[in-house]
């Protein structure tokens, strides 16, 4: 506590307060903030990160550029006459595959399967995982016993085994992926925020929350949650990339985006028989996937930096 | 502060007693292999205490660390729940009482923490932490909370436009002020102190000190004082109850415990106090106690004070003292000692020449 006071000094005033802002104090969040701004890792992630989500946003306007549909064959101007994929060229930049497709576009509309896959899958694990963690960790008991063990049984699954079970009775589809994303990562959320709630749940705000009469929810959602909520945040951004890889392994095994829908796991797949003769094919979608996952990653640990400067790591990794 | 006339004995004058305390146990247990074998043990934080606190009065806790005073101040406010016993508060028993119907006594008594760092939430602003009472009953929302907050921080000295700074802006002492306004939000009839100033500076304690006891005269607070410092003790309370292992082991308005103190462990206790040479005469020589506190999870047998009595003998560990009345005292002291320490007497290593007591 006094270290977010000296850090108030160490940091100054980056943007010239006016002094009727004096007073008021500067949050956590905002001190975070202010750190995250000057680490040009973050920013550089940040800058990745928001170029990819704009490129599949604009997947639509790519393929209308280049004039070439994501899922259209150009059996023609796209194969050699042995039936080769074509390496890059002005009508392909970044060449064809097997089946005569633009790899630029389909990669493109595979950073929209990614993202979705990864930021939804994160999410919804996040929150199941903060509610049972918070649930576990507050009321503890039998409650905690059964939750914890719950969570202990979800780790110890073998996912892929399960996913193929899964889909060989459902059938592969990108909302199943989603669902078995989430199902195999809220448990590690729930273990981390189970932890910190047992230990906050010891110090003396809350019982003085408690001694003035507030209820359960009240406690856990308005005294413990918002310190839960740097660890949550971290984990968040430690998870998309994850899940994003995590897809990319379902699809690559076709249990996930089925073809012909460009996802960046099944061109991997698909690529795979090529990669001597096609270097491109499989080089675009998996550098994608590598930077993506890297810009993730590099900006949960410094999300991470930037809420506990002093190096006092909330998990290991 | 304000002292009520000392109405004799620790119960009788049932209009007087804002709090009253009847053979309070409280045990917790202590998780002990699980995996072999049933050991259940169970610490007995607090054994069958019993006492009254009078409106507006300011009742001292005084014991070492670990003899139950937190846990007692935590049970008369039903942070916990009583193993057995009962407290009643303002004429209502409110020891069985749910969490849902002891709302109402929520608003009528509060504490304040010992450790101003941990007790406000780092995550939240000032403004917020103060208001949360307003909250938690739904009293005032809005513009009218938020004046009765900055009214809050004027009464307890703090500047009010500091409304929406964080906890970790504030030194210890304004923290503490904060945990003061927070505590006296809904007119409390009851504040519960839990070391209010141990971890304050020396010279902050006493600005704290002085704004409780200026508090109480201005709202007619009742304060159950807890603290291991006994001079902040002596300063600020009426009566002072000496806690050892869970028991009270002597009770009495505060100038006659100083004067007169009858149990040994109080005798103990008082002659640790580092002395300033004030009125010229040596101090009575310092009781050294052997031996370290008994576990309170197999606390000795008799009196629990016997195995570092100086004054034990056989009776001491056969049979357990009462906390009465002794013979030549005051109405309203008591203590439970079946040898209790005259005036004079020397207990103890070494004897000072020229003692008075």
């Known amino acids: 506590m006094t270290q977010l006071g000296t850090e108030l000094e160490l940091l100054g005033t980056p943007s010239a307060e006016p002094s009727a802002e004096a007073f008021e104090g500067r949050s956590p969040w905002q001190l975070a903030w202010a750190r995250l701004r000057r680490d040009r890792v973050a920013i550089a992630c940040t800058v990745v990160i928001v170029l990819i989500a704009l490129v599949a946003i604009v997947a639509p306007l790519i393929a209308h550029l280049a004039g070439h549909g994501p899922n259209t064959q150009y059996l023609d101007t796209g194969l050699t006459p042995e039936g080769l994929p074509r390496g890059p060229s002005s009508q392909f930049l970044v060449g064809t595959d097997d089946l005569g497709r633009d790899v630029l576009v389909r990669v493109a509309y595979g950073a929209q399967i990614s993202l979705l896959a990864g930021v939804v899958a994160a999410t919804v694990a996040v929150a199941v995982g903060v509610v049972v963690g918070l649930t576990a960790g507050y009321f503890g008991g039998a409650t905690d016993s059964f939750l914890a063990r719950a969570m202990d049984v979800v780790l110890a699954f073998p996912f892929l085994l399960f996913a193929i079970a899964v889909v060989s009775i459902v059938g592969p589809s990108l909302r199943l992926a989603i669902a078995i994303i989430a199902f195999f990562s809220w448990a590690a959320v729930g273990r981390v925020v189970r932890g910190q709630t047992l230990s906050i749940k010891e110090k003396e705000y809350v019982e003085a929350a408690r001694s003035l009469g507030a209820s359960d929810l009240r406690i856990m959602f308005v005294d413990i949650f918002p310190n839960l909520l740097a660890p949550v945040l971290v984990y968040l951004t430690l998870l998309i990339p994850a899940a994003i890889v995590f897809e990319a392994t379902l699809s690559f095994l076709g249990l996930g985006v089925v073809p012909p829908t460009p996802s960046w796991g099944n061109m991997l797949a698909e690529s795979l028989n090529y990669y001597r003769v096609a270097w491109w094919f499989v080089l675009v979608p998996g550098v994608a996937l590598l930077v993506t996952t890297l810009a993730f990653n590099l900006l949960g640990d410094s999300i991470r930096d930037a809420f506990d400067p002093r190096g006092e790591r909330l998990f290991r990794r | ?357």
């Open chain 2, 1 to 357: 502060m304000s002292a009520t006339g000392a109405s004799p004995g620790t119960a009788g004058h049932d209009g007087d007693v804002l709090v009253r305390v009847e053979d309070l146990v409280k045990r917790f247990p202590v998780a002990s292999d699980r995996l072999f074998g049933r050991a259940r043990q169970e610490v007995q934080a607090v054994d069958g205490v019993s006492l009254d606190v009078r409106r507006g009065e300011t009742l001292g806790l005084v014991g070492e660390t670990g003899c139950g005073k937190s846990t007692l101040a935590r049970c008369i406010t039903r942070l916990y729940n009583l193993t057995s016993g009962r407290v009643t508060f303002d004429g209502d028993d409110i020891s069985a009482l749910s969490r849902r119907r002891l709302r109402p006594y929520r608003l009528q008594m509060q504490m304040i923490f010992q450790d101003p760092y941990g007790a406000l939430n780092p995550r939240r602003r000032v403004g917020s932490i103060i208001g949360d009472p307003f909250a938690i009953h739904g009293i005032a929302a809005g513009v009218e909370r938020k004046r009765r907050v900055q009214e809050l921080m004027e009464l307890v000295g703090l500047n009010p436009e500091h409304y929406n700074r964080f906890p970790a802006e504030f030194s210890g002492g304004q923290r503490q002020r904060i945990g003061v306004a927070r505590a006296l939000a809904l007119h409390p009839k009851l504040i519960v102190c839990d070391e209010p100033v141990s971890a304050l500076d020396v010279s902050i304690q006493a600005q704290i000190v002085n704004l409780l006891a200026d508090l109480q005269d201005e709202l007619g607070l009742t304060y159950v004082f807890i603290a291991h410092d006994l001079s902040v003790v002596r300063h600020v309370s009426d009566r002072i109850a000496v806690m050892y292992l869970g028991k009270v082991v002597e009770i009495a308005p505060t100038d006659e415990l100083f004067s007169r103190p009858r149990h040994p462990y109080t005798n103990a206790l008082l002659s640790a106090i580092p002395a300033i040479d004030e009125e010229g005469g040596a101090g009575p020589g310092r009781i050294v106690l052997g031996g370290d506190v008994p576990s309170p999870i197999d606390p000795p047998p008799g009196c629990r004070f016997h195995p570092r009595c100086p004054k034990a003998r056989q009776l001491c560990s056969d049979e357990e003292p009462i906390l009465e009345r002794k013979a030549g005292d005051l109405p309203g002291h008591a203590a439970a000692c079946h040898y209790p320490v005259e005036a004079g007497e020397e207990l103890g290593s070494p004897p000072a020449p020229g003692v008075v007591s």
